[in-house]
């Protein structure tokens, strides 16, 4: 008889293999669960203590019920998420930079930030260096160039991740955020400016997925390493 390899709690099936078959477990994506919803999910996972647990699009107030059942577990406010090393994650030599155009695109890069974190990966940050000053990018270039992956997160018109994409070899991760005016169109401006780009190597996640495009360049990350 085949083993199971998830844990069926009725509301949800928790897929407890995903550490084993993709070196990072399932990722609890908290948006429209219930608290009792997400506490029984986030236990059946932390039972694994040697690896991470990770819970995206998480309240504060969420967060404070989580932290009396779940020992060592964090939260970043400005990502919006809750978070809890494990013992046994294995260091990725391949360093992500993640960039950002403005201030505001921050919280979804600090969402990459984390996971990236949580899988090993070491990080560098140059935020607000978008192209309405372009030449504070420009004066990033020896940093852009060292990097083995780059995470461009950007919204309004979502031009920064061609422009870097041009200044470098390394593969660049894309991720439009939905901050800007109303023909933005809730960052759906940005998302097809990063499609279109005419800059090869670019990958494209989809608006505001600041986890989807930490978690690609992790896995890029380990295979340059």
């Given at each position: 008889m085949t083993e199971k390899k998830y844990i069926d709690l009725g509301f949800a099936c928790v897929d407890t293999d995903r550490q084993a078959r993709r070196g990072?477990?399932?990722?609890?994506?908290?948006?429209?669960?219930?608290?009792?919803?997400?506490?029984h999910i986030a236990l059946t996972l932390a039972k694994d203590k040697?690896?991470?647990?990770?819970?995206?699009?998480l309240k504060a107030d969420c967060f404070r019920y989580l932290k009396k059942k779940i020992k060592g577990l964090e939260f970043n406010e400005k990502a919006g998420l809750a978070y809890r090393r494990g013992r046994a994650t294995n260091k990725i030599g391949a360093e992500v930079l993640i960039v950002t155009a403005g201030t505001s695109d921050i919280p979804v890069a600090e969402e990459a930030a984390v996971t990236l974190e949580l899988m090993g990966s070491a990080v560098k940050k140059l935020y607000?260096?978008?192209?309405?000053?372009?030449?504070?990018?420009?004066?990033?270039?020896?940093?852009?160039?060292k990097a083995s992956v780059i995470i461009?997160?950007?919204?309004?018109?979502?031009?920064?991740?061609?422009?870097?994409?041009?200044?470098?070899?390394c593969p660049v991760v894309a991720v439009p955020t939905s901050c800007g005016y109303g023909a933005s169109f809730d960052g759906l401006s940005a998302l097809l400016t990063m499609i279109n780009s005419c800059s090869p190597g670019i990958a494209v996640v989809n608006i505001d997925n600041g986890f989807g495009a930490g978690y690609f360049a992790g896995l890029v990350g380990r295979v340059k390493a």
């Open positions: 990072f477990p399932e990722v609890i994506f908290c948006q429209s669960k219930t608290k009792d919803e997400i506490a040697n690896a991470p647990i990770l819970l995206t699009r607000d260096v978008g192209v309405a000053g372009v030449h504070r990018i420009l004066d990033k270039k020896d940093a852009l160039q461009v997160v950007a919204g309004m018109e979502g031009a920064l991740a061609s422009l870097v994409s041009g200044l470098v070899s």
